[in-house]
T-cell receptor
């Protein structure tokens, strides 16, 4: 069965510092991987996705993630945090043939200190 | 480009009542998925509709049912409401056959059961 583990329910960084949010997945077949961001009282916005091809994926707002099959990881990074990045981030996995239902991690709340 | 819309925004019901939530998919999308997000948790997959049929279902009881209309919009119905049904209900749309399963979420409906 598929599963997603996000290490750290809360991460705090200073403005301008590197953002690193960790995601590990479990999947019996090559996965499709996603990162979503959720601002308070809002729905989820797609940040980036990995399906096939290049393992380093660039998304919106300066975020990127790297698919590492050997480590079953899909960590999200941003070189320099901005106050507007404060939100909750969810990693999700889908498998080919599953008609695309997403399995989400429990989320990581990112705080950005001035 | 119209995104995913959901109605109502908020809803308060009492135990035992029934509720209907509505979703209109992003323009051009034909597949609708529903998720339940309890407070402090990641979204959990309820079911997915495609071509007016339930294509896949998560681990939710039969009290949760849905429908998809010819214009691809969808409804989620929950009968015999329990206190534990209080959550943010998210609708997501996608386009079948694209192979990447990226789903685009609406703002959600906040359901409170008293």
């Amino acid at each position: 069965a598929q599963s997603v583990t996000q290490l750290g329910s809360h991460v705090s960084v200073s403005e301008g510092a590197l953002v690193l949010l960790r995601c590990n997945y479990s999947s019996s077949v090559p996965p499709y991987l996603f990162w979503y961001v959720q601002y308070p009282n809002q729905g989820l916005q797609l940040l980036l996705k990995y399906t096939t091809g290049a393992t380093l994926v660039k998304g919106i707002n300066g975020f990127e993630a790297e698919f590492k099959k050997s480590e079953t990881s899909f960590h999200l990074t941003k070189p320099s945090a901005h106050m507007s990045d404060a939100a909750e981030y969810f990693c999700a996995v889908s498998e080919w043939g599953s008609q695309g239902n997403l399995i989400f991690g429990k989320g990581t709340k990112l705080s950005v200190k001035p | 480009d119209a995104g995913v819309t959901q109605s109502p925004t908020h809803l308060i019901k009492t135990r035992g009542q029934q509720v209907t939530l509505r979703c209109s998919p992003k323009s051009g999308h034909d597949t609708v998925s529903w998720y339940q997000q309890a407070l402090g948790q990641g979204p959990q997959f309820i079911f997915q509709y495609y071509e007016e049929e339930e294509r896949q279902r998560g681990n939710f009881p039969d009290r949760f049912s849905g429908h998809q209309f010819p214009n691809y919009s969808s409804e989620l119905n929950v009968n015999a409401l329990l206190l534990g049904d209080s959550a943010l209900y998210l609708c997501a749309s996608s386009l079948a056959g694209t192979g990447d399963f990226a789903q685009y979420f609406g703002p959600g409906t906040r359901l409170t059961v008293l």
